[in-house]
């Protein structure tokens, strides 16, 4: 195992790998991934299936027989996505039992087009996907817009885990997590185990940076301009302040009590999107224990091989990144009105990558029949 990839497991963080496809799967590379660089956990999102599908010849046979079965296009979407999960989550179990049921999890999501519907739907649609995959190792992935926040209470409440994803702003974060303590509160008052129920908050970094630097170069000044790829960073350290702050309060401590487990904050979207920054920023900036880390293997290949990690460089920076956040107000970066359209951008994709999904399954079956 690369000595960058232990030192960071070291630190208390969490590597899982930000893919998924049959293909990974069937060569048995998410074990090698496992055994070689110390992945504990699987994400994927409407982006990762539709990229999957659109190579190589590993669904085909599925496809053919869900053709000949002549299904409708979301039941087959469901099909491939869920067999690929139930896999992954199979090939994660050990990790799952040796953690007690912390890490060896797989996260898949809800249809991206309800992120702003009604929380009932996407509460019924966590539930057929819990039932449809079957596996305790598994994540419900629900997007943190505000349509979204209810369900994430229900579903716990129910006893899924949830992996709350799309979180861009501070506020939002806080609300996310009073979601997740109300959640837990109701799932204790109706006698449910709560050391069964985990939860992560996925705290989107790379796409911050990109939205703020592309505001920042638009400005120009040399103020501004010394501001770039700096602020993603920030912003995720003070959500780490902010979980501190709720992991420290008598309501958090009231549920722990009774057997719950915190809801670890995710450093999703760590693939540097600029070539000039450091292609390891996202990992080596926001090492500090109790974390997760997901990342495309691009990122895990290049931590394995070149990353910094020397301790903990979350907690003791948290004056430098309110300084960096009134730097950027200074500015002229309006915060709202950043993490807004970050929010509106991320459903909008991933709504573009299910129907490019929903095409591609479409052309096979029609091709199959």
Known sequence: MSENLKALTDQGVSIWLDDISRERLRTGNLESLIRDKNVVGVTSNPTIFASALSKGDAYDVQLRDLAVRGVDIGEAVRAVTTYDIRWAADVLRPVYDVTGGVDGRVSIEVDPRLANESGEQTLAEARA??????????????????????AITDAL????SVNVT????????R???DAWLTGLERAKEAGL??????SVASFFVSRFDTEIDKRLEKIGTPEALELRGKAAVANARLAYAAYEEVMNSPRWQALKAAGARPQRPLWASTGVKNPDYAPTMYVDDLVTSGTVNTMPEKTLDAVAEGGRISGDTVRSSYEAAWDTMAALKRVGIDYDDVVRALEEEGVEKFVASWNELLGTVET????AR
């Open 129 to 150: 996907l819990w039932w449809l995959v079957d596996r305790p190792n598994l994540f419900i992935k629900i997007p943190a817009t505000l349509a979204g926040l209810p």
């Open 157 to 160: 409440a129910e006893g899924i």
């Open 166 to 173: 799309l979180i861009f702003s501070l506020e939002r974060y």
């Open 175 to 177: 609300a996310v997590m």
């Open 193 to 198: 185990d709560l050391s069964g129920i985990e």
């Open 364 to 367: 096979e079956l029609r091709k």
